[in-house]
């Protein structure tokens, strides 16, 4: 099945395709070379690791995301940044799918994780705020962004209300 690809999308996946191409990773096509314009990245500094893993991570296009196992056979050093985006990306994942669901143990189990400061109320909001334009369209079983919205303000109002000063 074909699918519409944005502007947008293809400029964000020619940088992705650009800056595995600057740590070695070459076997997928795209990326400025293909559009005939200068990359931006010149040395592997230019391109950080962990933005890259995460942004393979969270690519719609599987072939991307695939890369990153090429990016880790090729970089085996880059393991323990992937590990650090994936227990990030995962607890923060965890809360807001926890936070949507809306129980009370759910909720419970997500200002616990605060209160210990495993996470953050600024991390569930900037979480939210990556997928909110996402939501409606991947999300499965289906979940309306202004329904999920209300669910994260609503957290944050009760964070805030509950956790001391140093932990909300």
Do not use: N
């Amino acid at each position: 099945m074909a699918r519409d690809v944005t502007d947008t999308e293809e400029m964000l996946r020619d940088d992705v395709v650009d800056r595995l191409l600057i740590h070695d990773i070459h076997y997928i096509g795209g990326g400025s070379a293909w559009a005939g314009t200068p990359s931006r990245y010149h040395k592997s500094e230019d391109a950080p690791v962990g933005s890259l893993i995460l942004d393979l991570a969270r690519s719609r296009d599987a072939r991307l995301r695939t890369a990153l196992v090429g990016l880790l056979l090729r970089h085996p050093e880059y393991a323990p940044p992937a590990i650090e985006v994936a227990r990030e990306t995962r607890d923060v994942s965890t809360a807001l799918a926890k936070i949507e669901r809306g129980q009370q143990r759910d909720i419970d189990d997500v200002l616990a994780l605060c209160r210990t400061k495993a996470l953050s109320v600024d991390e569930i909001i900037a979480g939210f705020e990556d997928i909110a334009p996402r939501i409606e369209r991947e999300a499965l079983p289906r979940v309306r962004e202004d329904d999920f919205r209300r669910k994260v303000e609503a957290f944050v109002r009760r964070a805030q209300s509950t956790l001391p000063e140093d932990v909300s």
